[in-house]
C-alpha cells in the first residue's frame, strides 16, 4: 500500500532524530504557538511556547442515546509532531491538510506527505468514574521522551469553546493534568471535522467521525 513506512523513510527518520531538540520532536516550539481567537473569555490565554506542539489525525465516536441523539463516546488519533512547522506558513493549515488525507483514506500518507514525526497516540482509558482522554509518548514520541514511564498525560475537561470555523468542527478545549508528566495543560483547537449528525436512529450502532486538531501541551516534566 501506498505511503506506509518503507526502510527508505525508517533510515530518513533514524537520521533526522539524531540532532537532539529543544523539547519537541524535531525543533524548539518558540514559533509554534497556541493561538485563541480575540476577545473569547472560555479557554485561558497561555504565555510562552508550548512543551509540545502537536497535529492530531484521527475519530471521535459516538453512541446513538434513546434520545436519538449522538453521545460522544471516545476517540483515537496518531498524533504528529508539528514544532518544526512553527512560524511558516504551513503551521496554519497542517490540519487542512491532514484532514483532506483522512477524507481521502490516506492516513497513513500523513507522516511522509506532510513531513511530520509520529510523536505519540491520543485516546480514551477506563476511570473509577468513566473515561477519560490521555496523550500518550511512551510508545512512539521524541527522543529524549519515548520510553519514559511518565511520557503520558491523563486529562480532564477544563472548558470548551466551540470551534470558531464553524458547527462541523468540533470544539476547542482546555483540559488540565490529572495524571502522567507529560504536560499539566492541554488544548485542542484548530480543529477539522468530528461532530456526529445531528440525529441517530434509536437503537443504531456507534459511529467513528474523522476529525483533524492541532495540541498543545504545555507544562512538560518528562
Ligand atoms: C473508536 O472507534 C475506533 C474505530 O473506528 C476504535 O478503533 C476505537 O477503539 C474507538 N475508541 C473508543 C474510545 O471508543
Known amino acids: 500500500?501506498?505511503?506506509?513506512?518503507?526502510?527508505?523513510?525508517?533510515?530518513?527518520?533514524?537520521?533526522?532524530?539524531?540532532?537532539?531538540?529543544?523539547?519537541?520532536g524535531g525543533c524548539s516550539t518558540e514559533k509554534a504557538l497556541l493561538t485563541l481567537p480575540d476577545g473569547q473569555d472560555k479557554l485561558a490565554k497561555q504565555t510562552g511556547p508550548p512543551s509540545f506542539a502537536l497535529l492530531g489525525a484521527g475519530v471521535q465516536n459516538y453512541t446513538c442515546g434513546a434520545d436519538g441523539k449522538y453521545a460522544a463516546a471516545g476517540a483515537v488519533a496518531d498524533l504528529y509532531d508539528i514544532s518544526c512547522l512553527g512560524g511558516t506558513s504551513k503551521f496554519s493549515t497542517v490540519q487542512d491538510e491532514a484532514y483532506g488525507l483522512l477524507k481521502d483514506g490516506k492516513a497513513s500518507c500523513i507522516s511522509?506527505?506532510?513531513?511530520?514525526?509520529?510523536?505519540?497516540?491520543?485516546?480514551?482509558?477506563?476511570?473509577?468514574?468513566?473515561?477519560?482522554?490521555v496523550w500518550d509518548m511512551r510508545a512512539v514520541g521524541p527522543k529524549g521522551v519515548q520510553?519514559?514511564?511518565?511520557?503520558?498525560?491523563?486529562?480532564?475537561k477544563v472548558a470548551n469553546l466551540p470551534a470558531p470555523s464553524g458547527t462541523g468542527d468540533v470544539d476547542w478545549l482546555q483540559l488540565k493534568n490529572v495524571e502522567g508528566l507529560l504536560a499539566k495543560d492541554i488544548y485542542r483547537t484548530e480543529t477539522r471535522g468530528g461532530q456526529p449528525p445531528a440525529s441517530c436512529a434509536v437503537g443504531s450502532g456507534p459511529i467513528s467521525v474523522i476529525y483533524t486538531s492541532k495540541y498543545f501541551l504545555f507544562g512538560s516534566t518528562v
Open 1 to 24: 500500500m501506498i505511503c506506509t513506512s518503507s526502510l527508505f523513510s525508517a533510515l530518513l527518520l533514524a537520521a533526522s532524530t539524531i540532532a537532539t531538540p529543544l523539547t519537541s
Open 147 to 156: 520510553g519514559k514511564t511518565g511520557a503520558y498525560v491523563l486529562a480532564a
Open 112 to 133: 511522509s506527505k506532510l513531513h511530520l514525526d509520529p510523536s505519540g497516540k491520543h485516546f480514551f482509558t477506563p476511570t473509577a468514574s468513566g473515561t477519560a482522554p
